[in-house]
Every structure is written in structure tokens, then in C-alpha cells.
């Protein structure tokens, strides 16, 4: 099914634009598909291109993406399930309709963090120092991976005039909270919804991390463990300011407690005490070695 979407501040408007990116055999294949699937592979090969770099074994990542991305993909989908569960609990053959979309990006990422700390553990390497290699790639997936929402028109905020404005027909999007129903906007007689493009947000904010962490990481990392510890800092930030403007957030319960917040606030708390840790340990060390 093919729909319109529109920039109206930014002078954009797609009139046609398809969930579908192509059909094999009568099989259709979806852009969230695609574009979740290629941000997966360039993230991994930021990965495998940094472990070169830094004089690790790039092998040893392979080994430890396979069992990583199948891991972060299966966390996804659980953390998503888990906080809709009113979606499944009469349908569960639902849950493995991984083609219609729900995979949370926190559910991968923590999925991801702790694969690596068994990982770490088994194979008795630095997890300080993976931590540094891995996290920061993640957001080269994470910046390409949510446009794969701008497809299935999902992960949008509230109404706004803002320079970012986005657009759609209103007959054309499912599930819209009824705050964004009361401030639809008519242009020529076609009634449409104006909300914030949070997932291009997080697509610009993760970019923009990206490049903050790598010239960190090529100039002034002064610990193993720091770039990755920022990592977990810097998008626990962005999300938590996302999060706020979205009106399809995962809840707790029945409350109106954004899980995807409180994880943002414990991955920011955490953070903090871990740098600042690991920076007085750094400090120790050179003291000693001085």
C-alpha cells in the first residue's frame, strides 16, 4: 500500500511512497526488512573495521557478532512484546510477525551489552575495551534503522509547527493518539496529521553522537571502558528527550511511566558512576606508574 507523506516547512512532499521495496515470487519484501537488515551489517562493519584498527582480532568479533545479532534481534522483539502485551496475549502466532514491525532498540541494545559481558567472560577478554569497539558502532545501526519506522509510519510524536513538521493523510495512519487527532490540519480538503518526526530526531542525534564519540575514541580517550560508557550516556540523553515528544510510547503497566525513559534514566545513572569510576581508577594508575 502505497502513502503520502509531507515536509510542508522543509519544501518536501512524496506523494507515493511504498512499504513495499520489492516482491520475489510473489513475496513481498518490506523496507523495514531492508533497511534493519542493511543498518545491522554496517554497523557490524564499523565494528570489524575498529577491532583492525585498535590491533584486536576482527575474527573474534565475527564470532561474537553471529551470536550477538541474533540475540539483540530476539531482545527486540521480547522488549517490545513484553510492554504490548494487550497486542498477543489473544494472538500469539503474532509474535514471530516480525515483517509487521515492533523491535524496540533498547531491547536490542541491552540484549546486546550483556551477550557481550558473557562473551567477555568465557572468552577472559576486556570488556572495557569491546565496550569501546561495539557500543559506539551501534549507532551508525540505530541512526539507519529508524527510518525503517518512517516506512511503516510508526514512532512519531505529538502535533507541532515545528521546522521538522511531518505530514501524513489521516485515513493513512493507524493507532494515532487522540491528543494528535485534535490538531489535524486541512490543505485542499484532504484532512492530515502534523506531528514530530521523532524517529528522525533519533536518526540526527545518533549521527551526531557518532562523530562526537569517534574523535574521541581517535583523539582523547584517556581509559578503556570511556567511549563506550559515553555511549550508553549520550543516547540514554537523546532518548530520554525523544521519548517525551512520542505519543506511542511502550508503558509500565498500566501507569503512564514510559519504560523506555526509566531505562534511559538508569542507563544515564549508571553511566555516570561507571565513568567516573573508571576515570579514578585510570588516574590511580598512572599515579603508581609515575
Known sequence: MAFEVWF??????????????????????????????TSILLAWLLVLHEAKCTNQNPEEYMDFGIVAIILSILGARLYYVIFSWSDYQYNLIKIFAFREGG?????????????????ARIKKK????MADTVLPSLLLGQALGRWGNFFN???????????????????????VAASVLENTVFVEGIEYIQVHPTF???SLWSIG????????????KKFDGQVGILYAIGYGVGRLWIEDL????LLIGSTNI????????????????LYLWRRKLSLESKKIAG
Open 258 to 273: 514510559a519504560v523506555s525513559q526509566v531505562v534511559s534514566v538508569l542507563m544515564i545513572a549508571v553511566g555516570l558512576a
Open 103 to 119: 523491535l524496540a532498540i533498547y531491547g536490542a541494545v541491552l540484549a546486546g551489552i550483556l551477550s557481550g559481558i558473557v562473551y
Open 153 to 175: 509510519r510508526e514512532a512519531f510524536g505529538g502535533y507541532t509547527e515545528g521546522f521538522f513538521a511531518m505530514r501524513y493523510i489521516k485515513d493513512q495512519v493507524h493507532g
Open 200 to 202: 528522525l530526531y533519533e
Open 209 to 220: 553522537l557518532l562523530i562526537i564519540l569517534l574523535v574521541i575514541r581517535g583523539k582523547y
Open 8 to 37: 510542508p516547512n522543509l519544501g518536501i512532499k512524496i506523494e507515493t511512497l511504498s512499504k513495499q521495496a520489492l516482491s520475489i515470487f510473489g513475496f513481498e519484501i518490506y523496507w523495514y526488512g531492508v533497511i534493519i537488515g
Open 246 to 249: 512520542r505519543t506511542d510510547q
Open 126 to 129: 576486556d570488556i572495557w575495551l
